[in-house]
């Protein structure tokens, strides 16, 4: 019986992630193929109608991103995660509202930091890619890349992924394993490193809540305030002053300092595991 058990948790921190890539390539490969079909039948061909079905995917991909993000979140969660999203000891309340400073900190830190690295202008793949992300409506931007990658990111990496591991590995192996996937998943050196470290501080939230909703909290906060600052130019013309910039001086080191030591002081570690890995 626990062999079985074991077994259906490893397949299930494989397939978790597959199916979250594969839909990707799936809902892309489907509207290639319905462009193909519309174009060769208005007499493009060869380079140009590649060229021409390369460019309206590029255009899209925030669109799509999202499409196969919505089919792939009733899939994970029932196929690999039909837990609840909180243990009975798991914190609830107002306490999990202290997550969303630390996300937002947490990203405008790092997004700082690895633009002063000068690691965009070397890996550049990222630019890019940017460059047909941040194009369309905004609010549709916040939905598309906040609200539903939170969700579904954290039921896969660390739902079925952290929450498997942990219970095979020692909780730190488990979450630096968990982090270094998510981070590689991204599959661009920026984007890498950003989620990579963002993956590290989700593990240690969702641990210490024993509550997924805490690290998808988190990981919303964290996402809106890198489209904002991206996005938003009131946002950016604030910060671009000398008070603005102060304010969010401030307001980093209350973010990555001063909210995680209040979560260390009023969110006790929980005696059992957020999730066992019985799907």
């Given at each position: 019986m626990k062999q079985t058990k074991k077994t259906?948790?490893?397949?299930?921190?494989?397939?978790?992630?597959?199916?979250?890539?594969?839909?990707?390539?799936?809902?892309?490969?489907?509207?290639?193929?319905?462009?193909?079909?519309?174009?060769?039948?208005?007499?493009?061909?060869?380079?140009?109608?590649?060229?021409?079905?390369?460019?309206?995917?590029?255009?899209?991909?925030?669109?799509l991103s999202a499409a196969a993000s919505l089919i792939c979140l009733p899939i994970v969660y029932f196929l690999f995660f039909r837990q609840r999203f909180a243990a009975e000891s798991a914190e609830k309340g107002l306490k999990l509202l202290l997550v969303i400073p630390f996300g937002i900190a947490a990203s405008i830190g790092l997004n700082y930091l690895i633009a002063l690295s000068g690691i965009p202008q070397r890996f550049p793949e990222y630019n890019r890619l940017s460059e047909h992300i941040y194009q369309g409506n905004i609010l549709f931007e916040l939905a598309a890349l906040a609200l539903i990658p939170g969700i579904l990111e954290e039921l896969i990496f660390r739902g079925v992924l952290y929450g498997g591991l942990r219970t095979m590995i020692p909780i730190p192996a488990a979450n630096l394993l968990s982090a270094l996937i998510f981070g590689a998943v991204h599959m661009n050196v920026t984007q890498f490193l950003y989620a990579f470290f963002l993956g590290l501080l989700f593990g240690w939230v969702y641990e210490r809540y024993g509550n997924l909703w805490a690290s998808a909290l988190m990981h919303m906060a964290g996402n809106t305030a890198s489209i904002l600052l991206t996005e938003w130019k009131p946002l950016k013309n604030l910060i671009g002053t000398d008070g603005g910039s102060m304010a969010v001086f401030a307001f980093l080191l209350f973010g990555c300092l001063i909210v995680p030591a209040i979560i260390w002081k009023v969110v006790p570690p929980k005696p059992e595991t957020p999730y066992r890995g019985t799907p």
């Open positions: 259906v948790i490893i397949l299930s921190m494989i397939l978790a992630p597959f199916t979250y890539l594969a839909m990707g390539q799936i809902v892309s490969f489907c509207v290639s193929f319905y462009y193909i079909a519309r174009f060769s039948a208005g007499g493009l061909e060869g380079q140009e109608l590649a060229a021409a079905v390369g460019e309206l995917l590029q255009k899209n991909v925030v669109p």
